[in-house]
């Protein structure tokens, strides 16, 4: 698998002032995943069927930032405007020779190749004013609109093998136009200044539309679509949040927060990635109410707690324990139907609990730092009305949360032979996870992708107090080529959607 990652960034920062330009670039390979099914690996390369031939994407974006920040007697405030140009290429190798070949009369359009071209315009407001002694009210404001068109092979032509590829089945235009407010207030209850309640009420809202400039409704003899000439969704959802805060001793620190939340989609889960992600199609008859996908949304809590002190002969050392839960309905999940094509949809709903902790210890030349995180999905229920292609089915109880590991963690180790020098190496751990909802009639298991375990090594050199230089390499033994999907029957075959491997990178930091 191939992937290359260039980006550079251009920031200029004063008192006031903040204007930043980025700039990145991601070529990646999508190679399709190999099963028994399709035959021994050893003869894939003498395969004439797509399947098997090399998938490239690149993704291309470039983004603009301009701020300001100013202080008005116990006002502290700012605005913000950003804009993002982002493109997105993909296409498999030899894909004109393939295409000409093709027997296959049912593929969809953007096949062989596609591009997402989408323009976001984005603007924020944000500020925090004392009021008194025991209030700070914090404040924050921000609204963006994005447009994305598509096109790809097939999309500008009526003709197709079956009604059920028909291009005029897929949009080429989205928009989304998102609003959030939020207003948060920071209470000292006690004259010591160590208890602190803190409400937060916000606003979350967002308009999705989508349309097909090839819409024609005579190429629906069936009656089955999956969009209309254009559709609309609006979703919108005030939510709150109670937090309290208590500072024990020079050493201990509590906290806790319970609430609602209420989490908006982007254009990623709403339009796909045009390299094996596709936009969900209605489930419904013609004219649903829910075209997209839905906002996830829930109850929240957790209680933690902080110890800061000299410990195992370190300097400063920092701990922290926290017990989370949340109560999610229409969780936003990613699941395929044919392992080749994923969509997002909304159909889990479940109980998740779980414990995080983390260490940061450092010492005159070394720091350490640990962190790790058990998360455990319990009462899980699925309207797989929700899910294209399973309508038949509804409110099935037990099963899975898709591609969600119970076991996540990270070690750092950090050596500092002197002011000039960075040494590090990192060990990173995900846990296998699901990647299918059910087991097969409860007589199989259900697929599950393998866990992974990467060791990455890195320095940093600086060469005075203005420039330094990174480099380094993450998966240094490239296990995540080595990762594996079980499917029903206990095969192993290659991951649908594989992760890179060993990747070297360097970095320029210049401050001027």
């Not at 800061?308 to 920092?318: C, V």
């Not at 210890?361 to 292609?389: C, H, R």
């Not at 990270?410 to 590090?424: A, G, S």
């Amino acid at each position: 698998m191939i992937y290359k990652n260039t980006d550079a960034i251009l920031k200029w920062q004063d008192d006031h002032w903040l204007a930043k330009a980025t700039w990145k670039q991601i070529d990646r390979h999508y190679p399709e995943p190999i099963s028994n099914n399709y035959g021994a690996p050893a003869y894939l390369d003498l395969v004439d069927d797509p399947i098997y031939h090399h998938r490239f994407q690149k993704i291309t974006a470039t983004e603009v930032l301009l701020g300001r920040r100013d202080t008005v007697g116990n006002l502290e405030w700012g605005w913000q405007v950003d804009y993002l140009n982002q493109t997105k290429k993909y296409d498999i190798d030899n894909w004109e020779a393939l295409a000409a070949s093709d027997t296959v009369l049912t593929r969809q359009p953007g096949f062989w190749w596609s591009e997402y071209d989408s323009k976001r315009f984005g603007v924020k407001v944000d500020g925090t004013y004392k009021m008194g002694k025991n209030h700070l009210l914090e404040f924050l404001v921000d609204t963006s609109k994005e447009k994305m068109d598509i096109t790809g092979w097939h999309y500008d032509q009526k003709e197709s093998g079956s009604s059920m590829t028909t291009n005029s089945r897929y949009r080429t235009n989205y928009e989304q136009t998102i609003f959030n407010a939020q207003l948060q207030d920071t209470i000292t209850l006690n004259k010591k200044g160590d208890f602190w309640l803190t409400p937060s009420i916000r606003y979350n809202r967002s308009t999705i539309y989508g349309a097909s400039k090839y819409y024609d409704k005579t190429t629906y003899p069936q009656n089955w679509t999956f969009f209309n000439e254009s559709d609309e969704q609006n979703d919108g959802k005030a939510t709150w949040q109670m937090a309290l805060k208590k500072q024990v001793n020079d050493k201990l620190t509590l906290r806790a927060t319970y609430g609602t939340y209420y989490r908006l989609l982007n254009m990623y889960e709403i339009a796909g990635d045009g390299a094996g992600i596709v936009p969900m199609p209605n489930v419904g008859t013609a004219g649903a109410t829910c075209v997209f996908p839905q906002p996830e949304e829930g109850k929240q809590w957790d209680i933690g707690a902080i110890w800061e002190s000299k410990a195992l002969g370190a300097d400063t050392a920092k701990f922290q324990l926290t017990y989370f839960g949340r109560d999610s309905q229409k969780m936003l999940q990613l699941t395929s139907w044919n392992n080749f094509f994923f969509v997002y949809n909304n159909a889990a709903s479940a109980l998740i609990n779980g414990v995080e902790a983390q260490a940061d210890l450092s010492w005159k030349k070394w720091d350490v730092n640990f962190s790790a995180t058990y998360t455990k999905a319990t009462n899980i229920e699925f309207d797989m009305s929700a899910v294209p292609q399973y309508g038949q089915w509804a409110n099935l109880h037990g099963g899975y949360l898709t591609y969600q590991p119970e076991w996540e963690g990270t070690m750092r180790f950090t050596y500092r032979p002197d002011k000039k020098w960075n040494l590090f190496t990192q060990m990173r751990y995900v846990g296998s996870m699901y990647t299918q909802q059910f087991e097969n009639g409860g007589l199989l298991l259900a697929p599950c992708q393998s866990s992974l375990t990467t060791i990455d090594l890195g320095m940093k050199y600086k060469f005075n107090k203005n420039f330094q230089l990174a480099v380094g390499v993450n998966d240094v033994f490239n296990k995540a080529n080595d990762m594996y999907d079980g499917d029903y029957w206990g095969n192993s075959n290659t991951v649908a959607y594989p992760l890179q491997g060993r990747t070297y990178y360097t970095t320029l930091q210049y401050n001027f």
